[in-house]
């Protein structure tokens, strides 16, 4: 989030390719940013649900950020993990 600001765009293609080592087709970009849209709105409605859903983890949230666009971001990036193109072998 920090390397693209406010380009949710930006932020989608650089995930997706960061997860599977291509370029978004038109109709997947398509569909992660409507996620990333309805989940926008959905943290923004309640602030609290954006602090509950960034605090799991180990890791502190930046709160230079804000929270309903990180939590955005993040539902859609556990969205691309539960991508079959995600899955490594280990």
């Not at 995930?15 to 992660?32: C, G, K, N, Y």
């Not at 502190?60 to 899955?87: H, I, Q, W, Y």
């Amino acid at each position: 989030m920090r390397a693209h600001g406010d380009d949710a765009d930006r932020v989608i293609e650089h995930a997706f390719r960061a997860l599977t080592s291509r370029r978004p087709s038109v109709e997947e970009r398509t569909i992660l940013r409507t996620l990333h849209d309805e989940e926008l709105r959905y943290f923004e409605e309640d602030p609290t649900r954006a602090d509950a859903f960034l605090s799991i983890g180990d890791s502190p949230r930046d709160a230079s950020l804000p929270a309903a666009k990180v939590a955005a971001a993040g539902a859609v990036a556990l969205t691309l993990l539960n991508f079959d193109e995600c899955v490594m072998k280990r």
